[in-house]
């Protein structure tokens, strides 16, 4: 088939060649470093694949766009879907594939390394001693031995998340409507949210973004945090509201915050921006804090995750062509089902 991807980088085009071989080289890819838009979709003229990846947005104007120009499948490089309009996709007659799961290693793994750097400071020590300057005022730590752990979102990555901090001997509360039998395994006790919040010394954030969760950590529920909190966004940026967050800075109840992800990253993540002034002051604000440590949307980025995206893309592409049905496809339909059947909200 042929297919277009959208927001390249280098490594994305290493692995998905690397999978496409292994599948017989049968697909003709076509790489832009251009994001998806309204200006670039013409781009993909004549490709019956559209791969985007996470902060391209697949709305509906953009889909008319790419139904026109004879696309039928959106196969995403992710497992997050907020940013396509699923109904639209199905009355133009477009399929939407996705990566259900690829490695929650990595990005569990990766809010354990914010947790890490933060409490001891990793990255203050690391600035400190290449300048000579071995003085350890100001970077005092905390065992996380013993320490509670708040846990939003128990699926996946959320889970991996609790084994790891079962391992560290933390207590671990967590919320979600649904409960993970492995998580209760470990120890790990449900509450309501208002009281993982007020209890936890770390809060972790693992839910997806959907319209019950965004901003789900604002200025009310920061106001029923522990004074000194921890709170560590991989999930998605608005699922945090950031105005809320900095005022919880300012005043201390936030007292180390990690994110991998932020609401407006569409803007400034996954490209060098060094030689540019930052345009967005609210960011700029959060960079300006000695106790917030960023990384730009990275939690996944490891060899295992990349390779096991690129597999799972080429294979959704391959069984959509055999049989006109992605492997992971993702329906407006099946969608509210699933949030139904959860008690969740679509
Ligand atoms: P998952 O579907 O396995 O788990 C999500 C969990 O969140 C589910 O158990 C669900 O019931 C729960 N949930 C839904 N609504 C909730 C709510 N209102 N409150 C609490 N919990 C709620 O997904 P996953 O694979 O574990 O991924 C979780 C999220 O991580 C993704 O949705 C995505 O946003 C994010 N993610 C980030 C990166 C990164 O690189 N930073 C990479 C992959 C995924």
Redesign the pocket.
């Known amino acids: 088939m042929k297919v277009s991807v959208f927001s390249t980088k280098s490594y994305d085009r290493q692995f998905l060649d690397q999978s496409n071989v292994i599948a017989g080289a049968v697909h003709r890819i076509s790489y832009f470093e251009a994001h998806l838009d309204a200006s670039t979709a013409a781009l993909a003229r004549g490709s019956e694949v559209v791969c985007p990846f996470v902060n391209d947005q697949v709305d509906r104007d953009i889909l008319e766009i790419l139904a026109r120009q004879g696309t039928r499948l959106i196969a995403l490089r ?3 879907f907020n940013n396509v309009d699923l109904a639209a996709a199905a009355e133009l007659g477009i399929a939407v594939a996705r990566v259900p ?1 690829y490695s ?1 290693h990595a ?1 569990a793994e990766h809010t354990v390394a914010l947790i890490l750097a933060l409490d001891r400071k990793i990255h203050r020590a690391y600035a400190r001693v290449r300048e000579g300057n071995f003085s350890l005022e100001g970077l005092l730590g905390f065992d996380l031995h013993g320490r509670t752990i708040g846990i ?7 889970t991996v998340f609790a084994r790891i901090m079962a391992g560290f001997g933390c207590q671990l509360l967590a ?4 409960e ?1 039998e492995d998580v209760k395994g470990l120890g790990g006790r449900y509450v309501p949210l208002n009281e993982l919040l007020s209890s936890s010394d770390v809060i972790t954030l ?5 319209p ?2 965004r901003h ?1 950590i604002d200025r009310q529920a920061i106001e029923r945090m522990k004074r000194g909190v921890m709170l560590i966004n ?3 940026g608005a699922v945090v509201d950031t105005t809320a967050i900095v005022a919880g800075l300012k005043s201390g109840t936030i007292a180390h915050l990690g994110l ?2 932020y609401e407006e990253e569409g803007d400034l993540f996954f490209e060098d921006l060094s030689d540019q002034a930052i345009r967005d002051d609210l960011f700029a604000r959060l960079l300006t804090f000695p106790n917030v440590l960023i990384t730009g ?4 980025f490891t060899s295992e995750a990349m390779q096991a995206i690129a597999e799972t893309t080429i294979a959704n592409i391959a069984a959509f062509e055999a049989s006109g049905k992605p492997l992971h496809e993702v329906t407006a339909d099946a969608h509210l089902r699933h949030v139904q059947e ?1 008690g ?1 909200r679509a």
């Open positions: 992710g497992a997050g799961a929650p990005i939003i979102g128990t699926g996946r990555i959320g919320f979600d409507p649904v993970s693992h839910c997806p973004l959907t019950e969760t789900l991989t999930s998605r991998d992800v949307h990275q939690a996944f959860k969740l």
